[in-house]
């Protein structure tokens, strides 16, 4: 069967400001001009995205608007979250997670000010971020905060979300939106590197309640075993949950593609 044509915008947008939201957290807000309000018409907050990180290069390069699409002048491409999209305010938003400057993504947020560029790649998609339904159960890691802030602010009054998320700190913590009733359960990893107690956490949990659709995103062992347990443990349905990876321990995202590609052409 064809699949839709999606359409797909790319654009280069300047920061506006720089927050660190939490210790662990940066909230990136860019402006949009009135050109770029028409070319992400239909792109939508929750969304993800294709970040193009200058280089040296391009920061200092005249005509950026255009060299930064040649891989010349970028130094790497990321998948984020489009957080929010605000067409009144005219901003788009971005939370990053601070890890460090080992990745291109965190070391670009973590220097970033007022005046910087990134290029900014997105899909439109219509699809909502989950299906209808009564109790949901979301787990994921700190990457995947951002994503799950959008369904909840989405969700309706009668909606149940028991939540499992997993932060740095108590202090990387933060109000959550949403008009449906939240149970959350935050747990604690100042060293997501070092591996994760997120899946056994959640597995514990589906043993007391199974009426949920689940919806986990996290890294990518932690997601492998989650996946493995929804399967073949629980023997679930395929439409009662979906389970991503959204970054794989001690390898960047390019590399963690080719081991995927790899693995899917032996
Ligand atoms: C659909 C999708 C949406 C995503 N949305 C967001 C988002 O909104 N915000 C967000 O922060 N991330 C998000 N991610 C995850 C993000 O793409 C990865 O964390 C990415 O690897 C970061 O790129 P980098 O250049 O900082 O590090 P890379 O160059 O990819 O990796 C360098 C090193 O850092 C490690 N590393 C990568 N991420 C982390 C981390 N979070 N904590 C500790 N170590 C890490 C790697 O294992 C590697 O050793 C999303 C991923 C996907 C697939």
Redo the contacts with the bound molecule.
């Keep these: 069967m064809d699949k839709p044509i999606r359409n797909t915008a790319r654009s280069i947008f300047v920061v506006k400001e720089k927050i660190f939201i939490t210790p662990h957290y940066i909230r990136v807000i860019f402006k949009m001009s009135d050109e770029q309000l028409v070319l992400f018409q239909n792109m939508r907050s929750g969304s993800?995205n294709k970040i193009y990180i200058p280089s040296e290069k391009a920061m200092y390069c005249a005509d950026y608007e255009e060299s930064i699409w040649n891989s010349d002048f970028f130094t790497?491409v990321?998948?984020?979250?489009t957080?929010d999209i605000d067409f009144n305010a005219k901003t788009l938003q971005?939370?990053?997670?601070a890890?460090g400057d080992?990745?291109?993504?965190?070391k670009w947020a973590e220097n970033a000010k007022s005046g910087d560029f990134l290029g900014i790649a997105m899909k439109e998609s219509q699809k909502p971020l989950v299906p209808s339904a009564q109790n949901y159960f979301i787990v994921g890691d700190?990457?995947a905060i951002?994503?799950i802030s959008v369904i909840l602010e989405t969700l309706p009054s009668t909606a149940n979300v028991m939540l499992l998320l997993e932060v740095n700190s108590y202090r990387d913590t933060f109000v959550l939106h949403s008009k449906a009733n939240l149970n959350v359960r935050w747990i604690y990893n100042s060293s997501?590197?070092s591996g994760s107690k997120l899946a056994e956490e959640c597995i514990a949990l589906l043993a007391e309640e199974k009426q949920f659709y689940i919806y986990a995103a996290a890294e990518f062992e932690v997601i492998k075993k989650i996946r493995r347990h929804l399967k073949e443990a629980l023997q679930l349905e395929r439409d009662r949950y979906y389970t991503?990876s959204?970054?794989?321990?001690?390898?960047?995202?390019e590399e963690s593609n080719q081991e995927r590609q790899k693995q899917r052409m032996e």
Excluded: M, N, Q
């Design positions: 993800h790497a990321r998948t984020y979250t957080r971005i939370d990053f997670v890890h080992s990745g291109p993504a965190s700190s990457t951002p994503v997501p590197l991503v959204y970054w794989t321990r001690g390898i960047s995202e």
